[in-house]
């Protein structure tokens, strides 16, 4: 309802993206980004860690595969990068897994 609210008041010019966090499953997740893009999120940024993981527990790059085709919108993950080296590891990590850029 937020995003559908805020796409209704916002003027057309004007790009509404969201930023949630994975969910217990996979498909839950695909869902809530599904749900994201009908209510007019034109991106989607996904922290990919759970509620209860803490910023020490290393961030699920591994689910990028199974979610960055969920929507037809571009979708960014968020999650352990504080370098420049691990914004290439990741990149790398993607490649190797055939998600798209």
């Known amino acids: 309802e937020i995003l559908t609210s805020l796409r209704r008041a916002l003027p057309s010019e004007k790009s509404v993206t969201c930023k949630i966090r994975m969910l217990p499953s996979t498909e839950k997740t695909r869902d809530f980004m599904r749900v994201c893009e009908k209510s007019g999120a034109e991106a989607i940024t996904v922290h990919m860690r759970l509620r209860e993981e803490r ?26 990068f504080f370098s420049r080296r691990q914004i290439d590891e990741f990149w790398k990590h993607c490649r190797d897994k055939g998600c798209r850029p």
Do not use: F, I, S, T
Not at 60 to 68: A, K, N, P, V
């Open 55 to 80: 910023p020490a527990e290393p961030a699920h790059w591994d689910e990028m595969e199974r979610l960055w085709d969920a929507v037809q919108v571009p979708v960014l993950a968020n999650g352990d």
